[in-house]
């Protein structure tokens, strides 16, 4: 069913930092392996050796210049399903292929019901939805809900496979819909945001934003060089000797 | 949004096929139009015809064509499911008035209310059809007050001229069905000028600083995530220069406004059958139009996704 479940048990979502996120691509790539496997398989590629390389992925990294008043910084910015609470990516769908899990939150599709009429699509204001050309259906996230469940993988490896694989833990997973959680924790000690708020999607996933400047560094704009105070003693000796 | 095609065409002929089948189940149902056998089975012909070709051509959008029945039943949550359900469901009294009407050549009584059921029917599809794209939040274009009104209007206006065509061509025109296309063409113009001065006007608070997160100053993209178009810019990220689209604006109206509102005045005035002509060539003239008011509607469109990418 499309219509949404009037809760969910758990809000499982991931929590992105982007003061740490180095922009490596790292998640992609492995998002990429594990997904062309899994839930949705196959993650299709159309002509990527040619000249107009283009395919599915779940997720995507960007890059931002963030210009404030205090000057300008670079964030790279992982974009994937945010798994919101009240997902028109889900409603709109006539299928029924698209649906929210009453017991985690995961937003899922079943591609044996998706006709692939591309609504859904454009209902998501966050383009986390790519249309598979190759397959014929809508493919997204699943929040690699054959990992975090998978006995057959060590425990420590039931996380999904971008959070695994970042080397800064910029990623973060877990429950965020329970405040004691540590991902919540840290939504919480860092101010995370939620992206487009103003549309009412309601996203599970946060972002924390890059913290703030620290006044401790040399300022970049300071004067190649500047005077300095005469040093004494032997080192003294050797700045006047040198500066002779 | 990239203007498909097949959903082009989908919206522009269902809009004209309802609006026409609901003026015949209204006027050939309560004898307004008499039972003339030709006449009725042209109209029928046309109105179920434009429906049915457009609803045909709505499936060549789709990734799973053979699957099509599953949109049947979502009808609780979805727009597009709940056209789906009017679009059928219409079927049902459209036919049963078409049997009454054409072949049986009755008005009044079974036939009427089948005729004023698949009016109704006409009606709420064009409204399902409408709401999918107005309750679309992010685009802006669409998810605003003048979506609805505007396929109601359209459909009311084409179905008209349409109406007032086949009319004129059985040479059983009525001044009536002539002021009525005219006075819907006018409604129509000036719906469409609106809308075009409020989309120009719209000031939208999703931004790209909203998008990322990033709160103050100014966010510009530096890098995007690919270096080909992948599927959101080649689905959503469709843009038209800003001199075609006004050219274009000016095609509509010429095509879809103006030289109906010309001919129709024209065959108020002409002889038959050189109104019928007249009739005819304005509602060609207008379909036309109309394809290319939708494939604006459209181009014109910016889905929030495009923030991502830097074109705002």
Redesign the interface.
């Known amino acids: 069913?499309?219509?949404?479940p009037a809760q969910t048990d758990k809000k499982l979502g991931l929590v992105i930092d982007?003061d740490t996120c180095v922009g490596c691509q790292a998640c992609?790539t492995a998002c990429k392996e594990w997904n062309t496997g899994g839930h949705m398989a196959p993650l299709t590629d159309v002509d990527p050796y040619g000249g107009?390389?283009?395919?599915?992925?779940f997720n995507?990294?960007?890059?931002?210049?963030?210009?404030?008043?205090l000057g300008g910084r670079?964030?790279n910015?992982p974009?994937s399903c945010l798994h919101c609470e009240t997902p028109?990516c889900?409603?709109?769908?006539?299928?029924?292929?698209s649906y929210k899990r009453a017991s985690d939150g995961i937003v899922l599709v079943d591609e044996d019901?998706?006709?692939?009429?591309?609504?859904c699509?454009?209902?998501?204001?966050?383009?986390a939805r790519?249309?598979?050309?190759d397959?014929?259906?809508?493919k997204k996230c699943t929040l690699c809900v054959d990992r975090i469940y998978n006995d057959h993988l060590a425990e420590e490896d039931r996380v999904p496979a971008c959070v695994a694989a970042c080397p800064t833990s910029a990623r973060h997973f877990g429950d965020l819909g329970d405040p004691a959680s540590a991902i919540s924790q840290l939504v919480e000690e860092r101010g995370g945001?939620?992206?487009?708020?103003?549309?009412?999607?309601k996203p599970t996933n946060r972002?924390l934003?890059?913290r703030a400047r620290s006044e401790r560094a040399a300022k970049v704009d300071a004067p190649a060089l500047q005077p300095i105070k005469a040093e004494g003693g032997f080192l003294g000796w050797v700045d006047r000797m040198l500066s002779n | 949004m990239h203007p498909a095609f097949s959903v082009v065409f989908f919206t522009t002929a269902t809009g004209a096929g309802y609006g026409l089948l609901a003026l015949l189940g209204v006027l050939g149902g309560l004898g307004f139009i008499p039972a003339d056998f030709w006449l009725g089975l042209a109209g029928m012909a046309l109105a179920l015809g434009l429906t049915v070709a457009g609803l045909l051509s709505s499936t060549g959008h789709l990734g799973r064509p053979e699957r099509a029945w599953r949109a049947f039943s979502q009808w609780r949550s979805s727009w597009l499911s709940r056209e789906g359900v009017a679009s059928v469901a219409t079927f049902i009294p459209a036919t049963l008035f078409g049997v009454g009407w054409v072949f049986l050549g009755k008005s009044g009584g079974w036939v009427a209310v089948a005729g004023l059921l698949a009016a109704a029917g006409a009606v709420t599809t064009v409204c399902t059809t409408a709401m999918i794209y107005a309750s679309l939040k992010p685009i802006a274009q669409w998810h605003s007050r003048y979506t609805l009104p505007a396929y109601l209007i359209f459909a009311a206006m084409t179905g008209s001229v349409l109406a007032n065509a086949l009319l004129q061509s059985f040479s059983a025109g009525s001044s009536a069905i002539l002021e009525l296309a005219l006075l819907a063409t006018l409604a129509g113009w000036v719906w469409k000028l609106a809308t075009w001065r409020y989309n120009d006007q719209l000031e939208i608070p999703t931004t790209a600083n909203t998008a990322t997160g990033l709160a103050g100053g100014t966010v510009r993209s530096i890098e995007w995530p690919h270096t080909e178009e992948n599927y959101l810019l080649k689905e959503m990220g469709f843009r038209i220069a800003r001199k075609h689209s006004a050219k274009l604006r000016w095609i509509t109206q010429a095509l879809a406004f103006v030289v109906p509102i010309v001919l129709l005045i024209l065959a108020f005035m002409a002889p038959w059958p050189l109104a019928a002509m007249a009739s005819v060539l304005a509602a060609v003239s207008q379909f036309a139009g109309m394809l290319v008011e939708r494939w604006l509607f459209f181009a014109e469109a910016k889905h929030t996704v495009t923030l991502y990418y830097g074109r705002a």
């Open positions: 069913m499309t219509c949404l982007l992609v107009h390389a283009d395919g599915v992925w995507r990294v960007h890059s931002y210049e963030h210009t404030t008043e670079t964030v910015f974009r028109a889900v409603t709109v769908c006539p299928t029924g292929a019901k998706c006709i692939g009429c591309k609504l699509s454009w209902a998501c204001p966050y383009g790519e249309f598979d050309t397959v014929g259906v809508m945001v939620a992206l487009m708020p103003e549309l009412g999607y972002y934003p890059p």
